[in-house]
């Protein structure tokens, strides 16, 4: 909450006029306690009110024709994909299932249709996201649906295939390490669906884990992660963790350090732990001190650090694919917007894709000339 907080107040500072939506918006007082100048706050998925308190703040002219489009509020050439709410999980840090409640799939049919739309509308890359896009189509038994009039099961892998016939880039958000997973990866290897998986560990501790109440073991993890490699060796796992949890040793951060020198993931983010109003975590004994987590936060950072400049060097001669965000800036099947790195070059028109030969990299982007 104290990075969303920070967030908004960057935002401020930058532009003076801010609207908060999201999980934190429907925290009442949260925000406004903090930031009482910020323009408007509403909660989850008010596009409808994001886009009242814009038009109040900033009217527009009435245009008859784009005035019966609907809003897309990322750039013309990706989008996110949502294909369920809520989550089955209860982990004991996040209060995601008391607010928007158990797991609900859209109907396949119904996703399917939204994501030929956007493709048709000139989207190159769709952004599957949900709580827990590995239990898609659980909640309804992967129920039989439609896709172009044939019949296709409400599951990931259906999904998937369906996605990957498109012709645009399809990325995976929050995906847990089930067993299924396994099925997407041939996928990957054949150039259907990007080489990508963002998959939120948290931590590598079994005793944390259990606290946590998250659905996997370090060691079957790590088995599963060289299982993906050796059927799709250019696969990026993009992964996020927490320090200073609630009883965290040093002992359990060791382990969490053991784990990500084996495991050797390619994009990596890290926080401290920060209580959340309504949390079960906030219950638990033996509170991690600020300082120790922040420092251990910042040793983990620092050796991840070092294993994405090495995994980032690897790439320098290689001809990557690229998508152009904007002139000079764009995105390999490694990045995925606003949180990854980026590869740099001169020229390109948003929207396009470019090939890009790598000359040199650091810990986070990559640099180089188009061909």
């Not at 930031?35 to 998925?45: E, K, M, R």
């Not at 009242?52 to 050439?77: R, S």
């Not at 019949?151 to 990931?156: D, F, L, N, S």
């Not at 790590?222 to 965290?248: A, H, N, Q, Y």
């Amino acid at each position: 909450m104290e990075e969303s907080l920070d967030a908004i107040g960057e935002a401020l500072s930058e532009n003076g006029k801010v609207i908060v939506t999201g999980c934190l918006g429907a925290k009442e007082g949260v925000v406004a306690k903090v930031h009482p100048s910020v323009l408007a706050i509403t909660g989850p998925h008010d596009t409808a009110g994001v886009m009242q308190a814009v038009h109040q703040h900033l009217p527009k002219p009435h245009d008859p024709y784009t005035d019966l489009i609907g809003v897309k509020l990322t750039p013309p050439h990706y989008a996110y994909l949502k294909i369920s709410e809520g989550c089955n999980h209860r982990c004991t840090f996040c209060i995601i299932p008391s607010m928007r409640g158990d797991l609900v799939s859209r109907p396949i049919g119904e996703v399917a249709q939204e994501a030929e739309n956007l493709v048709k509308a000139g989207v190159r890359e769709l952004l599957v996201v949900s709580q827990d896009t590995s239990a898609y189509g659980v909640d309804v038994k992967y129920r039989t649906g439609f896709v172009g009039g044939k019949p296709v099961k409400t599951r990931m892998l259906d999904l998937c295939r369906a996605l990957g016939d498109l012709g645009a880039w399809v990325r995976l958000h929050y995906v847990y390490p089930y067993p299924h997973v396994d099925d997407i990866i041939p996928l990957m290897a054949q150039g259907r669906i990007l080489p990508y998986l963002d998959v939120p560990f948290q931590h590598a501790s079994p005793r944390i884990l259990k606290l946590m109440k998250r659905p996997a073991s370090a060691e079957k993890v790590l088995e599963r992660v060289r299982k993906w490699r050796s059927i799709c060796p250019d696969i990026t796992i993009r992964s996020t963790f927490i320090t200073g949890f609630p009883g965290e040793t040093e002992e359990d951060f060791s382990q969490l350090m053991q784990f990500i020198e084996e495991a050797q993931l390619d994009r990596v983010g890290c926080f401290a732990y920060s209580p959340v109003q309504g949390a079960a975590a906030n219950g638990l004994p033996d509170p991690v001190p600020e300082d120790v987590k922040e420092e251990r936060k910042q040793r983990f950072m620092l050796r991840q650090q070092e294993i994405s400049r090495n995994k980032l060097q690897a790439k320098i001669g290689k001809t990557l694919k690229v998508l152009v965000d904007e002139p000079g800036v764009g995105r390999s099947s490694a990045d995925a917007p606003e949180i990854d790195g980026v590869v740099r070059f001169k020229g390109g028109k948003p929207g396009e894709f470019v090939s890009v030969t790598i000359d040199r990299a650091d810990e986070h982007d990559l640099y180089g000339r188009r061909l």
